[in-house]
């Protein structure tokens, strides 16, 4: 039986798809990347949540009434923008290169 890819497995299929259209890069190595990237925007708004729970609120602010405030749409990019920037830190003369070429 076929396995059909679920929503999960859209992280590593875009990284690896991105990289052999980059073609000079490791595509495994990239789609474990953008694996760890979404892993890292699910724990961000996890951590978010927790942090509401401890202080009972609701919303974080009342920016975005109805959505949970600014907050509550940019938790997720919080945590990867810092694992991003850990990785492209590997190589501070072309940080793009850092990211996307292994």
């Known amino acids: 039986m076929e396995r059909i890819p679920r929503r999960h497995d859209a992280p590593g299929l875009v990284g690896y798809g991105f990289a052999a259209y980059l073609g000079n890069t490791s595509a495994l ?8 990237l ?7 708004d996890l951590i978010e949540s927790a942090i509401k729970r401890h202080f009972g609120a609701k ?14 749409r940019i ?11 850990l990785i492209a830190a590997r190589d501070l ?5 850092g990211l996307l070429i292994w």
């Not at 190595?29 to 760890?36: F, H, K, M, P, Y």
């Not at 938790?75 to 920037?85: C, K, P, R, T, Y």
């Not at 003369?93 to 290169?97: E, L, S």
């Open 38 to 44: 979404a892993l890292a925007c699910q724990i961000g």
């Open 59 to 72: 919303d974080m602010s009342q920016l975005i009434p109805g959505h949970g405030g600014l907050f509550d």
């Open 29 to 36: 190595v990239l789609a474990l990347v953008s694996i760890g």
């Open 93 to 97: 003369a072309a940080p793009g290169a």
């Open 75 to 85: 938790d997720s990019l919080l945590l990867a923008s810092v694992v991003a920037a």
